[in-house]
């Protein structure tokens, strides 16, 4: 589809030469010779075609409400070393050389439905894969953000240097090399059911054994996460962040689509 967009260029910017940066602006667009709107590019390289017109590529449009709206996606290239945001946060524990140990894990998700299986992926450099490799057990703990301190605390310290066994208080199920912590509203005990040597990393996967949430965040039952507060993690600009107010129902939004 061809979109042009009008906006101010800046004026040493040659014809033809790709604009790179921020365009955040909210622009105009026409579509082919018709209709006018309003649309916010992403950050992209846009190829100048006159003083102020510049070429869009990758755009898509779509008709609501008899209104016809744009969405240049214009694409950049970058760094394929990027990361699939946001990222939970959560504190995996395992018994090394005798002593309860924790790490700060953002690589962690839900594997298989029937039996319960989580897999995450751990660099061979860590001090805790050498206790989940020995016992075949560890632990998942899901921190509030109240714990936001201590948890960056794991992730910047190795049990090897520093003895992260008395940071939290602890409780076993009936993995007793899975040490829990009490003060994260949701923790489970896992035992290792596979372990794939990836190049630089471990990838654990583990049967979730038994699950513990605390009576205060449980909504009908289940953990509620508004009642958790937990945060989420984003790279390469390594932040936290709370969770913001729900944005839909799943498995009812796209219902109006299947009519
Ligand atoms: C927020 C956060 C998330 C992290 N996620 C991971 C991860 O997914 N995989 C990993 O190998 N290391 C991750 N790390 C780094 C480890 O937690 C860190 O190197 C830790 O000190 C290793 O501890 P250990 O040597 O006691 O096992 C993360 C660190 C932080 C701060």
């Known amino acids: 589809m061809a979109v042009s967009v009008s906006l101010r260029l800046p004026e040493d910017t040659a014809a033809g030469k790709p604009l790179t940066g921020e365009f955040a602006g909210l622009f105009r667009l026409r579509v082919g010779n018709s209709r006018v709107m309003h649309a916010r590019p992403e950050a992209g390289s846009l190829v100048r075609r006159s003083r ?13 409400n008899g209104i016809l709206w744009g969405c240049a996606m214009v694409k950049m290239k970058i760094d394929s070393n990027v990361s699939i945001y946001p990222m939970p946060v959560v ?5 090394v050389g005798g002593k ?29 894969n050498g206790g989940i490799r ?17 948890t960056d605390y794991c992730g910047l310290v190795s049990g090897r240097e520093r003895d992260k ?8 199920g009936e993995l007793k090399h899975a040490p829990m912590i009490e003060e994260c509203p949701l923790v489970f005990a896992c035992k290792l059911v596979n372990l794939l040597e990836l190049p630089s990393n471990d990838l654990f996967i583990g049967e979730i054994v038994e699950a513990y949430a605390a009576e205060a965040c449980l909504t009908g039952g289940a953990p509620d996460v508004a009642k958790m ?7 390469p600009d390594n932040s936290y962040w709370k969770i913001g107010s729900r944005a839909g129902k799943a498995w009812e939004a796209g219902r109006a689509l299947m009519k």
């Open 52 to 64: 102020r017109h510049v070429k869009v590529a990758n755009t898509a449009s779509r008709r609501s």
């Open 91 to 95: 504190l995996a524990g395992a018994v």
């Open 100 to 128: 309860a140990n924790f790490l700060a894990i953002g690589w962690i998700t839900r594997v298989n439905h029937q039996p319960p299986m989580v897999a995450m992926s751990l660099s061979k450099r860590h001090h805790t």
């Open 134 to 150: 020995e016992h075949k057990e560890f632990s998942v703990n899901l921190p509030g953000v109240n714990l936001l301190e201590k």
């Open 165 to 172: 066994s008395q940071l939290f208080t602890l409780f076993y």
């Open 229 to 235: 507060a937990p945060f989420t993690l984003t790279m």
